[in-house]
């Protein structure tokens, strides 16, 4: 069975920072791209970041430069830090695992982060 179980996330003011991680199992983690994506309210779920099985990186524009994305084969875990936090990165963050023999691929639960002063 697989599991992606996230943590982190919480309340935090303008220009902080959290840090979101997501662990798997029943996965060959290494041979996966693993991504985050959010969900703000009444909007679609749209990808923030993501980390190849071979380290490459790519971030959404309204991220670069403020969230970090990498991965810890070993522990079959990937993080988001996220640094200088706005009001509008309010969402739900959710990880992924994704391959090309599996659609979709696999979903962790999501994780509520919400930026207020």
């Known amino acids: 069975q697989v599991q992606l179980v996230q943590s982190g996330g919480g309340l935090v003011q303008p220009g902080g920072s959290l840090r979101l991680s997501c662990t798997a199992s029943?996965?060959?983690?290494?041979?996966?791209?693993m991504g985050w994506y959010r969900q703000a309210p009444g909007k679609q779920r749209v990808l923030v970041a993501r980390?190849?099985?071979?380290?490459?990186?790519n971030y959404a524009d309204s991220v670069k430069g403020r969230f970090t994305i990498s991965r810890d084969n070993a522990k079959k875990s990937v993080y988001l830090q996220m640094n200088s936090l706005k009001p509008e990165d309010t969402a739900v963050y959710f990880c992924?695992?994704?391959?090309?023999?599996?659609?979709?691929?696999?979903w962790g639960q999501g994780t509520q982060v919400t930026v207020s002063s």
């Open positions: 980390v190849t099985s071979g380290d490459s990186t």
């Open positions: 029943g996965i060959v983690f290494r041979i996966y791209e």
């Open positions: 992924n695992a994704n391959r090309s023999a599996v659609p979709g691929g696999y």
